[in-house]
């Protein structure tokens, strides 16, 4: 299982990569955009647009908007978290309350921020 796990995080990190591919005359992997047209720049990668996308039209009205902002960042900056809201997703009738109970600890570590 372990094995399956680091295959997919290699698989994972490759597209990552990919989606820099070009982009690095413009913006650094590290770099910090400081305008609107520099973050217009900065790709997002593409399961964080779909778990993104899915979120907005699944779980908007479980957050407040003051919530929703920072869960929308999340989920752009942060892969690992998109790609498992996204496995959460995957089969509503089984993981419900799960992906629900996992958006509330999110939410809540938010707030403690």
Same mark, same amino acid.
């Given at each position: ?12 990190q ?8 070009g ?20 790709? !997002?990668?593409?399961?964080? *647009?779909? /778990? ?9 009205? +479980?957050?407040?908007?003051? =919530? ?20 959460? !997703?995957?089969?509503?009738? *089984?993981? /419900? ?9 999110? +939410?809540?570590?938010?707030? =403690?921020?």
């Open positions: 299982m372990i094995g399956r796990l680091e295959h997919r995080l290699e698989g994972i490759a597209e990552f990569r990919e989606t820099w591919k982009e690095k005359s413009t913006v650094s992997e590290g770099s910090v955009a400081t305008s609107p047209s520099a973050m217009a720049r900065i790709p !997002t990668h593409p399961l964080s *647009r779909k /778990a993104r996308e899915q979120f907005l039209e699944l779980d908007m009205a +479980l957050v407040s908007p003051d =919530e929703l902002a920072c869960f929308l960042d999340l989920l752009t900056d942060n892969v690992i978290f998109a790609d498992t809201y996204l496995s959460l !997703t995957k089969d509503p009738v *089984r993981f /419900a309350a799960g992906h629900k109970a996992w958006i509330e600890l999110r +939410l809540k570590e938010i707030r =403690e921020t």
